[in-house]
């Protein structure tokens, strides 16, 4: 078994569990007053939770497998090669900083 359907399995017997102990009547206050039995109030305000917690902690979209460019839009070449700080400088001044 996966371990996800056996902790199911525990969470629903707990709750089971807890809802058939609380059988007596009792009194809520929504909007006036209602008598009505624990189990009822219980297993509704559970449902409610977990609808809220699937809605709130639902996964997201995953991302896509590739990833494409969908710019197309042509680039200036001064994009691309964007000017060096070295174009400015004489041939002479360019051999003494290649000898590096």
Known sequence: MKPKTVIFGIITAF???ILF?????ASFWFFG???T???????V?????VI???IVFRRKKSHPKEYSINNTTPVDNAEIHPPSP???LSDEDRKFLDRD
């Open 52 to 54: 809220t917690g699937g």
């Open 37 to 43: 039995s624990k189990l009822l109030i219980l297993g």
């Open 86 to 88: 070295y174009d400015n």
């Open 33 to 35: 007053e209602i008598r």
């Open 45 to 49: 305000f559970f449902v409610l939770g």
């Open 15 to 17: 709750v089971l569990v």
């Open 21 to 25: 102990n609380n059988k007596e009547e």
